[in-house]
């Protein structure tokens, strides 16, 4: 898959409202991420859904999961996020003479 698909892939699973309040939330929590029941709890979401959302991130790249004892976090991939930054600021102002 070439970073022009990549990139659109991270870009699409953003772009959904309930992703995109997940992917934030877990911005703020920092490389340490947040267990997935605190995520739950604090976004009120149910636990199916969390998952099937989790699941798309993952799959995008921008999220990983942990597993400590019993509890599950994720951990937001800044490394990703900021290849979709970089991907969207390389192009700025390529035509202005």
Do not use: W
């Not at 990549?6 to 929590?29: M, N, Q, Y």
């Amino acid at each position: 898959m070439s970073l022009l698909d990549d990139t659109a892939k991270a870009l699409k699973e953003l772009g959904h409202p309930v992703r995109l309040s997940i992917f934030r939330r877990l911005v703020r929590s920092g490389y340490q991420g947040l267990a997935v029941g605190t995520l739950q709890e604090e976004l009120g979401i149910p636990g199916s859904t969390l998952s099937h959302h989790i699941a798309s991130l993952v799959s995008a790249g921008l999220l990983s999961q942990r597993r400590e004892g019993r509890i599950l976090y994720c951990v937001p991939e800044y490394d990703r996020l900021n290849e979709v930054i970089s991907f969207l600021r390389e192009e700025c102002c390529q035509d202005e003479g």
